[in-house]
């Protein structure tokens, strides 16, 4: 008997021969557009980069001068902290910190930020969150100003406790409907300048991370 | 193929069919992505693709599938055509891509695809399944565009917001502020709203087929008295 004639081994045999070219097509498809989705995935990084220091302040490439850490108990998220270094002529200019508010109201806030070498904050930009749609969302640039009240803050500016919402006895404002989304906003930031304040030798300091990291 | 036939399909898959209005399929995504119109028509033409790249494929191998592999033949060749789209959406469309995020993927679950898989381009021959998937994926790309088009409107004030990621630079020109000062209408964008909205839809269509119905009827009738 002809094993290959049994229905069930050329049903097999048909539905392996799909598979085959379904993966085939997939491969191909990748390889054309692999480069590609890196490319823009790369360009979105330096928008959002550029969007918070200004381009002709700095000129390394900002995408490999780059390092991770991570610090759990004082930022209270497990996750890495990414920090991209801005310098000028091999000279320190600024920190571009990405790093996770785990209170918003709905989870992790994702944000960017970036703080000169004296401390001052240049820009803060949120960069991934799952608020409430219309009342925690005005904290994206696209919906609101609100995001850049923080520019030019620094711990002397507000003081200690200034750094909070209104609501709280801060500087900041909140939205109709929405204190919990900006007051973890706030104090993210807060906590970052603290950090980059007590550790930015550190932070300009470690080698950046392995460049095959990057594409990543 | 005659003509009649043709007719014949294209109204079944984008009226008398529709898959959002009468045969409510694929709502998942259908109700999660129409917050804007824009992301509406992104994934309706992204759905209207994959049925019609779908159900040629189906339709060209039908010769060859047995019955006890037609399902899963199927769900390859739908999972491979949704994540070619996928890939290519990432390289072209990126914004797009980011603002429609899993939804893109998701299109594989959408049962209308594996639906007119099975119900027609497995019986029948590649061009009439080639345009039965176009009218199905029209029929649902218009109901994702006038269900973004109405929460868009209602939730925001706003109609076509965020064009650029579909066109390109300069699209965001076309955006259309119908409502200036739009309060923000909250119910509208979030979930809830997407039921609303297709519950409005669904009840104006079940209206229009009422009373197109029911004058056919009044001017049969008048015809008949006259003969």
Not at chain 1, 41 to 46: H, N, V, Y
Not at chain 2, 183 to 193: I, Q, S
């Amino acid at each position: 008997m002809n094993d290959t004639s049994h229905p069930v081994v050329r049903s097999g045999i048909l539905l392996g021969l799909i598979a085959l070219l379904g993966t085939a097509l997939l491969a191909g498809v990748n390889a054309l557009t692999h480069d590609r989705i890196l490319e823009q995935e790369k360009l979105r990084t330096m928008q959002q980069l550029n969007s918070v220091v200004a381009v002709g302040s700095y000129n390394n490439d900002l995408l490999t001068d780059k390092m991770e850490f991570s610090d759990e108990a004082y930022f209270r998220h497990p996750g890495p902290v990414t920090v991209y270094r801005a310098r000028m002529d091999d000279k320190p200019v600024a920190a571009l910190m990405i790093v996770t508010a785990p209170d918003g109201y709905n989870g992790d806030i994702r944000i960017l930020i970036a703080i000169d070498v004296s401390g001052t904050v240049l820009g803060v930009r949120v960069i991934s969150h799952r608020e409430t749609p219309g009342l925690g969302d005005p904290i994206e640039i696209e919906r609101s100003d609100w995001i850049l009240s923080f520019n030019d803050k620094s711990l002397l500016n507000p003081r200690d406790e200034g750094w909070a919402v209104k609501r709280d006895g801060g500087d900041f404002d909140q939205f109709t409907g929405a204190t919990i989304t900006p007051r973890a906003v706030v104090k993210a930031v807060h906590n970052t300048l603290i950090y980059f304040k007590a550790n930015n030798k550190v932070l300009f300091e470690t080698a950046s991370i392995l460049a095959e990291n990057n594409d990543r | 193929m005659t003509g009649s036939q043709l007719k014949q399909i294209l109204a079944d898959g984008a009226w008398r069919q529709n898959t959002g209005l009468v045969v409510l399929l694929g709502l998942c995504p259908l109700l999660a992505v129409t917050n804007t119109l824009i992301n509406g028509l992104a994934l309706g033409l992204a759905t209207m693709l994959t049925l019609m790249v779908s159900n040629l494929s189906v339709s060209l191998l039908r010769g060859l599938l047995k019955p006890e592999i037609r399902i899963p033949a199927f769900v390859l060749i739908i999972a491979s055509v949704v994540t070619v789209i996928e890939l290519l959406m990432n390289a072209y469309f990126y914004d797009l891509f980011r603002a429609l995020g899993i939804f893109i993927p998701l299109i594989v679950t959408n049962c209308a695809i594996i639906g007119r898989a099975e119900a027609f381009a497995s019986r029948q021959s590649p061009l009439p399944s080639l345009i039965d998937g176009f009218a199905t994926g029209l029929g649902f790309c218009i109901t994702l565009v006038l269900l973004g088009a109405l929460r868009e409107l209602t939730g925001r004030g706003t109609l076509l917001a965020g064009a650029d990621m579909l066109l390109g630079d300069g699209g965001q020109y076309l955006t259309l502020t119908i409502i200036p000062e739009h309060p923000g209408f909250l119910l509208a964008m979030l979930p809830p709203g997407a039921f609303f909205g297709l519950a409005l839809l669904i009840a104006g269509r079940n209206a229009w087929q009422a009373r197109s119905t029911s004058r056919s009827i009044t001017t049969l009738v008048p015809d008949t008295n006259e003969s």
